[in-house]
C-alpha cells in the first residue's frame, strides 16, 4: 500500500494530501544535512527495511513539531493525509513501514550507538551550517513525567523514578532532562537524560566531568558556562577550573557569601547604580568585595530587581499571614491546655516565637491555675495552690520585617571567576539574563503531548533515545526559527499578528507554524490528468519560503510533487 493507495482518503482519480508544517521540518532536514549525519551512525538496518533510520527519525520529528500539537502514537495515523514519499524523498515508501517494530527499531539503534554522541554530532552540524561560533553557553535541567513503573534495566544509567518534578506531577515517576544551549543562536546543541531522584548538583558535576571534554572538542571557541544556583558548587568550581572555561552563575541565597553581600548593601545603599542608566526601570546593582569559592577568586554582583521586588511582596504577605494564622492558633492552645509550670509556659512560647519571620508577639501574660493538687475531694481545710499555667498574648504581623525581607528577596547575586575581564555591571548581568534561552525553548515543547509513556515504552533506554528524538526537534526549532528571523529581517518580510491587526516582522516559529497550519495548504493530484497544484499558498508565506532558499521552497512549490508522483 503506497501513501496514497487508501481509499479511505483517496480515489484512483484525485488525491487531496496535507502539507501543512510538515514541509519546513522535511527542508530543515535537507538545509542542514541532519540525514546524511545520521546515516553515517545509524543508517540502514537491512536490504528489506524500506526506510533507512534517518527516514524514520525524520518522520517522527516532523510528527513531534506539527501543529496542532501531536502524540507520539499512531506514526503512521498522522501521515495518512502527508505527501509522505515526498516529504521523506523515499518513493515507494508504505505507511506500514512506519510501524512499532521499525521505530523501536531506530530508538534501539539511537540508544546503542550513543543519544549524546549522535545528538553532538547533529548539533555541530547545524551550528556549522548557521555560521555560529558559540563561546557561551547555558546549562539548565527540567523533568518529564513518566505514567509508568519504576524500571531498571541491566547496562542503562537511567532509572525511572519518584524525584523532583519540574511539570506539577510529583506523584509519578520522572526523567530529568539536561540540556545546554549557545546564548544566541539559542540551538540546543548537548543534551543528556539522567534519572529522576539524581539532584541538578549531582547531575552538573557528572556532566562536566563525564561529557565536556567532547563538547569542547567540538566546539572549542567556548569560553562561558552559564547556569543557575545549582551550578555554584564548590566541586562544580574546581572541574571548571581544570577545563579552561569561566563560569557565570548565580549564588543561593542561603549562602553565607550571599548574606555578606546583603549586609554590605545595608552599608553602602547610596552607592547602587542603574545597570542600564538609559533604559527606564533598569535594575540596580552594586560591586561586593570579591571572594573565593573552592579555591578560586570570583567577582560579585548584587542585583536589586523592581520586578522581582514586586513578586516577593505578594508571596511574603501570603507567608506573613500564614504564620500568622499558624503562630496565632498555638498561643491560643496554651491557654485552653495550661502548661503544669510557668517555666514550661516560658519554654513553649519561647519555641513559638524563635520560629517566627514575620510577625511579632506582645502584651505576653502568664495567668496561675488555682486548684487542688491530688485525686479525689480535697480535704476540708486544704488551700488553692497554683496547679497550672496559662498563657495569653497578642500576635500581629510586622510589617517592618515583611518589608525588610520583601528588600532582601529582591536581591540576587551574579557571580563568576572571569577575573582579568573588565566586568560591566550589564555585561555580567546580561550574561546571566540569557539564561532564559533554555527555559524558552522548553516552554514550547512542555505545551505539547508528549509524554513519554506515548511511544509504547517501557524500557529506560528506549526512553533515552526517545528524548533525543524530542531534542533533535528541539535543535531543529531553534535553528529553523533563527534562520527564518534572519531571512525575513533581510528580505523585509512579515506575517500578521493572530488578530491581523499588526505585522510580525521577528515571530516565533510557533506563530509562524500556527499560521502555516491555519492556512491548510495542501496539494491536490490528478494522475490520470497529470494536473497538480497547490493550494492555499498564501503570498506572504510563499515569500518566505522563497527567501529561505531553493531547499525550503521546493516543499511549497509543486515541482517536487509532479517528480515524485507523476514523473
Not at 514550661?344 to 487542688?372: N, P, Q
Not at 494536473?531 to 517536487?560: C, H, P
Amino acid at each position: 500500500m503506497t501513501d496514497f493507495d487508501d481509499d479511505s482518503r483517496l480515489n484512483a482519480e484525485e488525491m487531496s494530501l496535507n502539507i501543512g508544517t510538515t514541509g519546513l521540518t522535511a527542508a530543515a532536514f535537507d538545509y542542514f544535512g541532519l540525514k546524511d549525519v545520521l546515516r553515517g551512525a545509524i543508517g540502514k538496518v537491512g536490504s528489506h527495511v524500506v526506510l533507512d533510520n534517518p527516514e524514520l527519525v525524520q518522520a517522527l520529528v516532523m510528527q513531534v513539531l506539527s501543529v496542532p500539537y501531536q502524540s507520539l502514537y499512531g506514526t503512521s495515523e498522522f501521515f495518512q493525509d502527508k505527501p509522505i514519499a515526498a516529504l521523506l524523498g523515499v518513493k515507494h515508501v508504505e505507511l506500514e513501514d512506519l510501524n512499532r517494530v521499525n521505530l523501536a527499531r531506530c530508538l534501539d539503534e539511537i540508544y546503542n550507538f550513543g543519544p549524546e554522541r549522535l545528538f553532538l554530532r547533529c548539533a555541530k552540524q547545524v551550528a556549522i551550517k548557521l555560521g555560529a561560533h558559540i563561546e557561551e553557553c547555558h546549562l539548565d535541567s527540567t523533568s518529564f513525567h513518566y505514567d509508568g513503573q519504576t524500571r531498571e534495566e541491566e547496562g542503562v544509567d537511567l532509572i525511572l523514578d519518584k524525584g523532583y518534578s519540574r511539570d506539577g506531577h510529583p506523584e509519578l515517576n520522572q526523567v530529568n532532562h539536561l540540556q545546554i544551549c549557545d546564548a544566541f543562536t539559542k540551538i540546543p546543541f548537548f543534551f543528556k537524560s539522567v534519572s529522576g531522584h539524581v539532584h541538578d548538583k549531582t547531575s552538573f558535576r557528572n556532566l562536566l566531568i563525564d561529557d565536556i571534554s567532547f563538547i569542547k572538542k567540538e566546539f572549542q571557541d567556548l569560553r562561558y558556562f552559564v547556569g543557575d544556583s545549582a551550578l555554584c558548587t564548590e566541586p562544580i568550581v574546581n572541574i571548571a577550573s581544570g577545563q579552561d572555561f569561566f563560569i557565570v552563575t548565580r549564588l543561593p541565597d542561603s549562602y553565607v557569601l550571599s548574606k555578606e553581600c546583603f549586609e554590605y548593601a545595608k552599608e553602602h545603599k547610596d552607592e547602587f547604580t542603574p545597570v542600564e542608566p538609559d533604559v527606564p526601570d533598569s535594575p540596580k546593582a552594586l560591586w561586593c568585595p570579591d571572594c573565593k569559592i573552592g579555591g578560586q577568586s570570583f567577582k560579585r554582583l548584587l542585583v536589586q530587581s523592581e520586578l522581582l521586588s514586586d513578586k516577593k511582596k505578594h508571596t511574603l504577605r501570603k507567608q506573613a499571614e500564614k504564620e500568622l494564622e499558624s503562630a496565632a492558633k498555638q498561643i491560643e492552645k496554651l491557654r485552653t491546655q495550661p502548661c503544669k509550670c510557668k517555666p514550661d509556659a516560658e519554654d513553649k512560647l519561647k519555641k513559638i516565637i524563635s520560629k517566627l519571620r514575620f510577625c511579632t508577639v506582645s502584651d505576653v501574660k502568664y495567668e496561675d491555675i488555682m486548684g487542688f493538687k491530688g485525686k479525689g475531694r480535697p480535704k476540708k481545710d486544704a488551700a488553692k495552690e497554683v496547679i497550672a499555667v496559662a498563657v495569653s498574648a497578642k500576635i500581629e504581623i510586622n510589617d517592618s520585617k515583611v518589608e525588610q525581607a520583601v528588600k532582601e528577596g529582591s536581591y540576587f547575586v551574579v557571580c563568576t571567576n572571569d577575573m582579568k575581564r573588565k566586568w560591566t555591571q550589564k555585561d555580567l548581568l546580561g550574561i546571566y539574563k540569557r539564561q532564559s534561552v533554555v527555559e524558552r525553548n522548553w516552554k514550547c515543547f512542555k505545551e505539547r503531548k508528549i509524554m513519554v509513556s506515548a511511544l509504547y515504552l517501557k524500557t529506560p533506554h528506549r526512553i533515552s533515545a526517545l528524548m533525543w528524538i524530542f531534542s533533535l526537534a528541539m535543535l531543529i526549532y531553534t535553528a529553523t526559527e533563527y534562520l527564518i528571523r534572519q531571512r525575513m529581517k533581510y528580505s523585509k518580510l512579515t506575517i500578521p499578528s493572530p488578530d491581523h491587526k499588526q505585522q510580525q516582522e521577528k515571530p516565533t516559529l510557533m506563530r509562524l507554524y500556527q499560521y502555516i497550519s491555519n492556512s491548510n495548504i495542501s496539494l491536490y493530484l490528478c494522475p490520470d490528468s497529470g494536473i497538480v497544484k497547490l493550494l492555499n499558498l498564501r503570498t506572504s508565506l510563499s515569500n518566505i519560503f522563497i527567501a529561505m532558499g531553493d531547499e525550503w521552497n521546493q516543499y511549497y512549490t509543486r515541482g517536487l510533487y509532479h517528480r515524485t508522483y507523476l514523473g
